[in-house]
């Protein structure tokens, strides 16, 4: 059945624990409009890989389970699909941590990520030049070994091969983590190309907050597995609480969105 609504992914007011008892998320609710870059941001341990596992259904692998909400992907719930029929399926996630197989090529690495489209060598070649005009550094490193790439190569690689499985919808899990500014902005620039020029929808979670809302349409912030503000990115860089609590310009010493909402309250029952 084709899916006539506006948004790819539709999370609606889901819950995880772990183990039947660490409640990780709480009544959280996202959508990804088609062919937008949405960002969850939050501090580490705010519930923004959780709640990436939660749509590429990887959480069985933590002892996780989505115990209430629904997940809708492309139209219909995916709480009956695998993580390998999720990707067949063109939902793609990249995890955080710059896997690789760092025995193989940096070539045979990316070549991995079409393994569940079983293409022939020629169409193999023809889509490797493809993401080799969006990954130069790569085309250039394509004989090297894995394992003595730079940690931005790596992040490189791992996306690249998140690609060649062509993917409708991408998940990023903390993709500049650790890198370098310059590197940053290049990831960054890549990602924005994959959504402009390829119509990759993304959801992309991150604790650069400025970063990602500069190269993302919307953005959620989560905190303590809450949703607690949601908004344009543009709306999101100019808001004040946003700017104190994680663009770094604090002015009253408040540490989570926690103090704000309690500090606002006490100033509506005092007027």
């Known amino acids: 059945m084709s899916n006539t609504s506006a948004n790819i992914l539709d ?18 609710s996202l959508k990804v409009p088609k062919g937008k870059v949405v960002a969850l941001l939050g501090a580490n341990g705010a519930g923004k890989s959780t709640t990436l596992k939660a ?45 690789c197989f760092g025995h193989l090529t940096v070539e045979e690495n990316i ?11 020629g169409d193999i070649n023809q889509e490797l030049e493809k993401i080799y005009a969006y990954f130069i550094r ?23 091969r998140a690609m060649m499985a062509k993917p409708k919808m991408l998940l990023l899990d903390e993709p ?19 959504n402009t020029k390829e119509g990759v929808s993304i959801l992309l979670a991150e604790q650069n907050t400025n970063v990602a809302l500069k190269n993302s349409d919307y953005g959620y ?13 543009e709306s999101l860089l100019n808001d004040d609480k946003v700017k104190e609590l994680y663009l770094g310009i604090s002015k009253k010493g408040r540490k989570n969105f926690r103090d704000v909402l309690k500090e606002e309250s006490l100033k509506k029952r005092s007027n």
């Open 111 to 121: 070549i991995s990520g079409a393994y569940s489209r079983k293409l022939s060598k």
């Open 55 to 99: 749509v590429s259904t990887m959480l069985a692998s933590e002892r996780g389970k989505v115990t209430n909400g629904s997940i809708e992907y492309d139209g219909n719930a995916i709480d009956k699909q695998t993580p390998s029929q999720m990707v067949g399926l063109g939902m793609v996630q990249v995890l955080e941590g710059r896997r």
């Open 11 to 28: 999370i609606k007011n889901i819950e995880v624990r772990y183990d039947n008892v660490i409640l990780a998320l709480h009544d959280v």
């Open 176 to 194: 500049t983590m650790g890198l370098a500014p310059q590197l940053v902005a290049e990831i960054f620039n890549i990602v924005k190309e994959l």
């Open 221 to 233: 912030i989560i905190e303590t597995g809450r949703v607690m503000l949601d908004g344009t990115a």
């Open 138 to 160: 790569l085309k250039e490193r394509r004989k090297s070994q894995a394992a003595f790439t730079s940690g931005g190569e790596q992040q490189m690689i791992a996306v690249a």
